[in-house]
């Protein structure tokens, strides 16, 4: 009897099926685990020890101040929301060490890597092609136009060719058309506009002509920045102070003809002195509109554009010290957001205000002001002359330099208002004239700052 009742069993647990074997031992594993009525594991108070640990943040003990420091860093990201409303509340050490904790925590670049050659003495200006295989920079000392191959992996730049004539002397911007196949650069010293072919396979640049006068133009003054048409059939260059015709800055046209040579389309001397050392140009990234930053009226200007002809006209100007406008003083760099939504400024350079402004884009086309952040009046750090600024493919970030201080502003951005949070300050050396041009990799992964004194490129990844 006693083997046909255990041959019985052995039959019965042969007959379940795996799966279901498998469950029970889980369902006899999870029963043996007690129940939450059954912890005695007493829940978190997090709001208390964040609270208590800001508390002890100016303690007479320098240790203990150190220490509760530290305990709310290992906090991480559980803790960042209550840090971020304590701060405004605080005052003194207390302060200081949230907002020093804060930062770490809203760190967005390292640096990485810094390119110092002699082709780049003086470089302002840093541009990458779409594909992120090459990177071209001007430098105005040396009077080149360098062009890099590029690592995507690794970011890393290494020197393929540099072009220096006299067309080149004074070199302090360098663009590339959105088709990829022009690259332009302008030359204060020489006056000139110098286009060149670019091969796309290999980078190499191709000179095809500098421009000093085009038919029915007159002489170019001052040219400093540079800007293609969508299309990449036109060329804009900012003149900031248009030789002979009667105006103190001018927006030059140029049809780009097949063989390589630029026809004087129209200049544009603007309304009001809008364009008086005008410095910073962008397209609209939908609208037949651009936006052109004027330093010396601290002047914002929306120009209409006629993709078809290049004909152009002022639609808007933005003044600074009018309609709640107050950092657009020596306004230098413009740029817009990838959905083309907000606009945003840098100023101080040479003067005016250390400020970087977020301006919102009605279905219009015009601007008004949201949101301005003013050294000195405002969270940014040390930001001194800004420059350039540039917004992050993905939206999340602005970074504008500022050359006086030798330092990189970065910002987190909100996509939904625009508005801007100073997050971090990154020095690149102690030069009277630090960060200059800045441009970011096609996929967001780095970012690279001319730094003109230091004759290099500094190379920085983004977390």
Known sequence: MRQIFLFAVISTLLAVPMGTWHSSRIFAQEAAQPTAEQSTAPPIDLDG????????????????RNQSEIELRKLGGDAIAMLRKAVDKQTGERRLRLLRILQEFDRSVRLIDTVKRPELDCVTSVTISDDG??????????????????????????????????????????????????????????RSVVLFRRDQATGKLTKLQATKLAAKSSALAFPVEVAFSPDSRFLLVLDSAAMGHGVPGAVVVYRLLDDGRMQWTET??????????????????QRNEFYVAAADPGMLSVVAWEPQTGFTFVKQIVRDEQF????????????????????YTSSGRFHGDNAVGVFGVATDGALSVIQEVIA??????????????????????VYATATMSSTLAGFARDSQTGELRHIETVALGRNKLGPAGICLSPDGHFIYVAVEEQASIAILQRE
């Open 49 to 64: 020890q964040v609270g208590e640990l800001i508390d002890q943040l100016d303690a007479d003990s320098f240790q203990i």
């Open 133 to 190: 295989l090459f990177l071209y920079a001007a430098a105005w000392k040396a009077r080149t136009v360098s062009v890099f191959s590029r690592s995507i992996d690794t970011g890393r730049l290494d020197l393929i060719e540099a072009h220096s004539d006299g067309g080149l002397d004074g070199a302090i911007s360098v663009r590339i058309s959105p088709d990829g196949n022009w690259v332009a650069a302008t030359s204060i010293r020489a």
């Open 268 to 285: 544009n001397g603007g309304q009001q002195a809008c364009f008086t050392n005008a410095r910073g140009i962008v397209f609209h990234p």
């Open 324 to 343: 709640g406008v107050k950092g657009l003083s020596g306004v230098m760099s413009v740029a817009t957001s990838s959905d083309g939504r907000f606009v």
């Open 376 to 397: 000195g009046r405002d969270l940014i750090g040390q930001f001194l002359g800004g420059n350039e600024l540039a917004v992050s493919g993905d939206g999340e970030n």
